[in-house]
């Protein structure tokens, strides 16, 4: 008689409602929907519905975290879980509001329906990736300006510049070179030569003249001074 009531039991339990399994994945940040519905031809169908962490149990949820009486959500363990759809309808899909890594596991979703071993249960495996990091690393340049030996006040200061790196087909333009060849720098040298030295040059040739003005004054004084003592 016991081995008869254990196997009723047994074929009982497996003649009812079987539970489905679904894969839901997203990236941190996202908004995820798992889906849940069932079945509402009128308004006596609508029913109570839990959503737990972990597989479905035989009854219930474990670690609830959020329960509808199928109008309304009348519990809720945190605001980022949410039922968005329309509930009088059936859609009691869960939606996780800005996920996280942490939210990667097992949920289930369990419909209440009268009777025994009547209910709806689906079992969603929710996996949550990390969003893509760009792999481009940034390159740092550093320029030293130094004001000129000259100058009455000498300082140095150091600019540092970071830029993404780039192709060769991307890199920017850069400002043309005065000295593009080396017949164009040579010949901007003797230009300043020249320059640098016209004008001591010509400082000596002026300072000639003024000596050569003064003899012939001098000269002239002595020649009127011997005329007028003759």
């Known amino acids: 008689l016991h081995a008869l009531c254990s196997t009723t039991t047994i074929v009982f339990l497996s003649t009812g409602p079987t539970v489905s399994e679904s894969l839901v994945k997203g990236k941190v940040g996202e908004n995820i929907t798992v889906p849940c519905f069932y079945s509402v031809k009128t308004t006596q169908d609508i029913t109570s519905v839990c959503w737990g962490r972990g597989y479905c149990p035989i009854s219930k949820c474990y670690q609830t975290i959020i329960w509808t009486d199928g109008w309304k959500v009348t519990e809720q363990s945190s605001s980022r879980y949410m039922l968005k759809g329309n509930l009088p309808k059936g859609d009691v899909s869960l939606t996780i509001v800005n996920a ?125 001074l011997v005329l007028f003592l003759t």
């Open 100 to 224: 996280e890594e942490a939210d990667s596991g097992i949920y289930c979703c369990r419909v209440e329906i009268s009777g025994w071993f009547n209910d709806q249960r689906s079992n969603h495996e929710v996996v949550i990736e990390k969003a893509r990091i760009s792999t481009a690393s940034p390159h740092t340049y550093t320029s030293e300006q130094t004001s000129a030996p000259g100058s009455t006040s000498e300082s140095s200061s150091t600019i540092t510049r970071t830029w993404p790196s780039v192709s060769a087909s991307e890199a920017p333009m850069t400002a043309s070179d005065p000295c593009s060849s080396t017949s164009d720098c040579l010949y901007i040298t003797t230009n300043l030569q020249n320059v640098s030295l016209s004008f001591p040059s010509q400082h000596y040739s002026e300072n000639g003249l003024y000596i050569g003005i003064g003899l012939c004054v001098v000269f002239l004084v002595i020649l009127i």
